[in-house]
């Protein structure tokens, strides 16, 4: 009579699958998996220190550097080390707890980061459009300030997603085809009604990325009026060239996480070892390229950086 067994108190774990199909490279993959995540984890530690050490660095932007150094670690930290562990020693178990509060984290980091990318999007139209009032606008009081709003946002917003799950019945089979429990797929191992969790799911990414690219969009609107004022074109290229670091970040994170959620609630047409792939990849490569790109496009940073990287 039993045909679905359902356990919401059993201790029984979640099977992370890792990358379906592709069980037998796990070892080849977690090469450039955890080259990535060193490599990442090193930038933005190492910017973190410089910024910290350099009195001359204790400025806006590059608080709000520290902020996305910050949002970097804690994404691909909350991912790696488990999904190494099924790569490398074949570790899949994780228990409801553990599978729920990695849930909290990820999203509640990915909120966050969006928010950081906003507040820096507003520090350049301030320093584009009112610049003798950039300091006094954009303190560095104000923006941990920002910071905390962000943060406070991000984590009600997202709390209310594993809360819903932990109240659903699980079914007996709990293996998830992923490296991580991503939302979507954890709601999807339940044997009861979803509805009120995949639409709470659905409408915080509206909410949280449709707002948070509508006031970056605003920003640079007002950049590019405010830019097609000036007569010079070379001045043009130079106002626009601010931009450009904060342009790459902001396209990396949006374009990868846009299309990973959707693919997740929409692309049953995708392989899902592509989809799986894709998705650790959108929480590896950015952390990892960020205080590149940054580093490479701001002067003051990147001699500062060589001071400390080029000692003998």
Known sequence: MAAFNLTPSEPSPFILMGIPGLDAAHIWISIPFSTFYIIGLFGNFMLLFVIGKEQTLHKQMHLLLCMLALTDIGMST??????????????????????LTQMFFIHTVSAMQSAVLVTMAFDRYVAICNPLRHGTILTNARIAKLGLVGLTRAVLFILPMPLLLSRQPFCANRIIPHTYCEHMAVAKMSCGDITVSRTYGLVIAIVVNGSDLTLIALSYGLII?????????????????????HICVMLMFYTPSLFSYLT?????????????????????????????????????????????????
């Not at 074949?90 to 409801?96: A, E, V």
């Not at 009026?225 to 601010?242: D, F, G, Q, W």
């Not at 049953?268 to 950015?286: C, D, E, M, R, W």
Request: hydrophobic residues 40%.
């Open 225 to 245: 009026r405010a830019v097609l004022k000036i007569a010079s074109k070379e001045a043009h290229l130079k106002t626009l060239n601010t931009c450009t670091a």
């Open 78 to 99: 909350s991912v790696m080390p488990k999904a190494l562990c099924i790569f490398w020693f074949n570790m899949k178990g994780i228990t409801l707890g553990g599978c």
């Open 264 to 312: 997740h609630r929409f692309g049953q047409g995708i392989a899902s070892h592509v989809h799986v792939t894709f998705a650790n990849f959108y929480l590896l490569v950015p952390p990892m390229l960020n205080p590149i790109i940054y580093g490479a496009k701001t002067k003051e940073l990147r001699d500062k950086v060589g001071k400390y990287t080029c000692r003998r």
